[in-house]
C-alpha cells in the first residue's frame, strides 16, 4: 500500500456495517485517512423498528448520509458500484467513472428474495400497508387464523418473533378472542443462536401469548400452510420475512451462495486491500450487531494498514438482540457459550442497534441523552455493575475519540456521563475536562 500521498478509503454501502466503519475508522485513525461513502440512498433508515409501524408507531428515523460529512469529514458519493478492480485498486461507478482506493470496504448487504408464494414477507417501511391489511381483516373477522413463517435459508428472524408478539399484544388490546396464531420455522428451540437461556424465555413469551409453535414452512395454497414433517394447518394468510441471497460484486470472489469470503479480519479471501462486513459475507448469521462488530474489526485492520499504531484483533462476535414484544421488551445476548435473557438492560445504551460508534452517534443525532437511559431497578445487582462499568468504558472512549478529532462539545458531553454514573468525575477525567474546556475556550 502507497502511503506517499494521503491514504483514501472507500466504503461502499450505506447500512449500518458502512457506517459503523467510517466513525469507526475515524475515531481509531483520526484525520489521516480520506474517507468516501459509495451509496444510491441518501440516507441511513433505522430499520430494526419498522416493525412497528404496523401498529401505529412513526416511521423509522433516517439519518441524512451528508450529516457524516459535518460531523466527521466523511464524503458521500451517491452512486451504484458497478464492479471492482483490485489490481487497479479501483471501483468503477455506475456511468463508468472510477474511484481510486488505497483501502477498500464492502458492506452491500444481501438481497433480500421472496420464498413462500401467496405470503406477505415483510422486508421493511414498505411492508407496513400489507401487515395492516392483515391486521384490518383480523378486526373485521375475516381472518381468523394468521401463520408466520421463518424462511428456511439465511435471514435473520428475530423481527418476525416480534412481529408475532406485538400481533399477539395487539390482539389483546383489541379484545380479539377468536385468532389463532402460529409460528413455523426449522429452529429446534426460538431464536436458538443466543443460546438456551435467551432461547427459553422466547419460547414462553410465545407460550404466553399464545402462539403456537411448529416445523418448518414449505408451501402455502391460501387456505392451508404445509409442514417440514408434521400435518398441515390452517392459515387465512401468512406473514414471512425475506430469504438472503448473496449481492456479489464483480470483481471480487464469492461462494456458491453469492456471498463473499472472508477471514477472522474480515479481509476479503485472495484480494490485498478490500474487506467485507455484514449481510454481503459468509458469515452464517445475518444481523446488524454483528455487522457493526465486524465493521470494528475491519476499520481497526484497515487502520494499521494504512500505517495508523494500532495492532487490529480478530473479530468474536457477541449476539445482542433486543426483542419488542408489545409489552415490555427482552434483552438477549449469547456470548462464548453463555446465554442471558433479561427484561432489563444487558448493554449501553440500550438500544436495538448495538454499534460500538454508532448507537451513541444515532442517540446524539436525534438529541437522545445516554444519561437518561437508566437502567430498571429489577436488574440483577452483578449484571447492574457490569453495565455502569461498560457504560463508564464507553463513555470514556467516546470522549477521547471525540476530542482527537476536535468535537470538544460532544467530549465533555460524555463526562458529564460519566459524572452521572459515578457521582463525581474521578480527578484523571476531571483534568481532561479542564483542558478540554480550555481547548473549546480557545476555539470558538
Do not use: C
Request: hydrophobic letters at 45%; proline letters at 7%.
Amino acid at each position: 500500500m502507497d502511503h506517499a500521498h494521503q491514504p483514501r478509503v472507500v466504503i461502499v454501502g450505506g447500512g449500518v456495517g458502512a457506517l459503523e466503519a467510517a466513525l469507526a475508522l475515524r475515531a481509531i485513525a483520526g484525520p489521516v485517512p480520506t474517507i468516501e461513502v459509495v451509496s444510491p440512498s441518501d440516507t441511513f433508515v433505522y430499520r430494526p423498528l419498522t416493525v412497528t409501524e404496523p401498529f401505529g408507531a412513526a416511521p423509522s428515523a433516517e439519518l441524512p448520509l451528508s450529516a457524516l460529512r459535518e460531523t466527521h469529514d466523511v464524503a458521500h458519493v451517491r452512486s451504484t458500484v458497478a464492479a471492482v478492480h483490485p489490481d487497479a485498486h479501483e471501483i468503477e461507478l455506475e456511468g463508468g467513472d472510477r474511484l481510486r482506493y488505497d483501502a477498500l470496504l464492502v458492506a452491500v448487504g444481501a438481497r433480500p428474495r421472496a420464498w413462500l408464494d401467496g405470503a406477505v414477507t415483510f422486508r421493511g417501511h414498505g411492508d407496513v400497508p400489507a401487515v395492516q391489511e392483515i391486521l384490518q381483516g383480523i378486526r373485521e373477522g375475516r381472518i381468523d387464523d394468521l401463520a408466520f413463517a421463518a424462511p428456511p435459508g439465511a435471514s435473520w428472524t428475530l423481527p418476525l418473533y416480534e412481529l408475532a408478539l406485538l400481533t399477539a399484544a395487539w390482539v389483546a388490546d383489541e379484545n380479539i378472542t377468536r385468532i389463532n396464531l402460529a409460528f413455523a420455522t426449522k429452529e429446534q428451540t426460538p431464536l436458538a443462536d443466543f443460546g438456551p437461556a435467551a432461547s427459553a424465555t422466547v419460547r414462553d413469551l410465545l407460550g404466553d401469548r399464545g402462539v403456537r409453535m411448529h416445523h418448518q414452512a414449505t408451501g402455502f395454497d391460501g387456505r392451508l400452510l404445509t409442514l417440514d414433517g408434521e400435518p398441515a394447518i390452517r392459515a387465512d394468510a401468512v406473514i414471512t420475512m425475506a430469504e438472503l441471497v448473496g449481492n456479489p460484486l464483480p470483481g471480487l470472489p464469492h461462494t456458491d451462495e453469492d456471498f463473499i469470503p472472508t477471514d477472522d479480519f474480515a479481509a476479503v479471501d485472495g484480494v490485498p486491500d478490500v474487506w467485507a462486513v455484514g449481510d454481503a459475507t459468509n458469515y452464517p448469521v445475518k444481523q446488524g450487531g454483528l455487522a457493526a462488530q465486524q465493521a470494528d474489526t475491519a476499520a481497526a485492520a484497515i487502520a494499521a494498514a494504512i500505517g495508523v499504531p494500532v495492532t487490529p484483533e480478530k473479530s468474536d462476535p457477541v449476539m445482542r438482540g433486543l426483542l419488542l414484544t408489545g409489552v415490555t421488551s427482552a434483552y438477549l445476548r449469547g456470548d462464548k457459550g453463555t446465554s442471558d435473557a433479561a427484561f432489563d438492560p444487558l448493554w449501553w445504551p440500550p438500544t436495538k442497534l448495538a454499534g460500538r460508534y454508532l448507537a451513541p452517534y444515532l442517540a446524539d443525532h436525534h438529541q437522545i441523552d445516554p444519561a437518561k437511559q437508566q437502567l430498571h431497578d429489577r436488574h440483577p445487582v452483578e449484571a447492574a455493575a457490569k453495565d455502569r462499568e461498560e457504560m463508564r468504558r464507553l463513555a470514556v472512549e467516546f470522549a477521547e475519540a471525540d476530542a482527537r478529532w476536535g468535537d470538544y462539545e460532544s467530549a465533555l458531553r460524555w463526562l458529564r456521563t460519566i459524572e452521572w454514573v459515578d457521582g463525581v468525575l474521578p480527578i484523571e477525567h476531571d483534568e481532561l475536562r479542564r483542558r478540554w474546556e480550555s481547548e473549546l475556550a480557545a476555539s470558538r
